[in-house]
């Protein structure tokens, strides 16, 4: 079974600062790890994705991501946050063994607050 | 390029009715999920069709079935509504074997009283 822990539901940051929102996963396999964002009444977005090779991985509006693998974990992060960075955050995960089967596992989402 | 479209955006029904969502996948995708999202958790997977067959299952009663046609568009019924059936359902497509992010759809919000 494939999981996902969020363990902060909401993440308050000022303007400016840098912001972390924390994610660790469990899959029995190699896993591919994604970062998704909801704004309100929407579906989700796609931000970035671990598939392999570089640990650091880069994303849409500036955001990026750490691939741990001892620790497991997938961490979102962004040098300088904005007011308009506020929504939930979802980071997922699969099965790189699965083949074609993409069932895709969310975390309970991470609500950020920018505050300006 | 159109991206993923859901129908309807909002419906409502009541306990005990039968209710149909559809779908259609982003441009060049043959694989369609669909998930459930309760208000304040994220989504659930229901289930995902390729080549017109169920491939994988979440933990959802029979009474959540589906169905996706040859032009890769799916529906997803629900029957004999419960209030706790109340959430935004979403439907992701992507393209089957080839390792990448979905995409979603706006979702449809259904509401049972």
């Known amino acids: 079974a494939q999981s996902v822990a969020q363990p902060e539901d909401q993440v308050n940051v000022a303007e400016g600062n840098p912001l972390t929102v924390k994610c660790t996963y469990s899959v029995s396999g190699n896993p591919y790890l994604f970062w998704y964002v909801q704004y309100p009444n929407r579906g989700l977005q796609f931000l970035l994705k671990?598939?392999?090779?570089?640990?650091l991985v880069k994303g849409s509006y500036g955001f990026e991501a750490e691939f741990n693998k001892s620790q497991t974990s997938f961490h979102l992060k962004k040098p300088a946050a904005l007011v308009s960075d506020s929504a939930l955050y979802f980071c997922?995960?699969?099965?790189?063994?699965?083949?074609?089967?993409?069932?895709?596992?969310f975390g309970t989402g991470t609500k950020l607050q920018v505050i300006p | 390029d159109a991206g993923v479209t859901q129908s309807p955006t909002h419906l409502i029904k009541t306990r005990g009715q039968q209710v149909t969502l559809r779908c259609s996948p982003k441009s060049g995708h043959d694989t369609v999920s669909w998930y459930q999202q309760a208000l304040g958790q994220g989504p659930q997977f229901i289930f995902q069709y390729y080549e017109e067959e169920e491939r994988q299952r979440g933990n959802f009663p029979d009474r959540f079935s589906g169905h996706q046609f040859p032009n890769y568009s799916s529906e997803l019924n629900v029957n004999a509504l419960l209030l706790g059936d109340s959430a935004l359902y979403l439907c992701?497509?992507?393209?089957?074997?080839?390792?990448?992010?979905?995409?979603f759809g706006e979702g449809s919000r259904l509401t049972v009283l």
């Open positions: 671990y598939i392999t090779g570089d640990n």
């Open positions: 997922a995960v699969r099965d790189a063994a699965r083949g074609g089967y993409q069932k895709v596992t």
């Open positions: 992701a497509s992507s393209r089957w074997g080839i390792t990448g992010e979905l995409f």
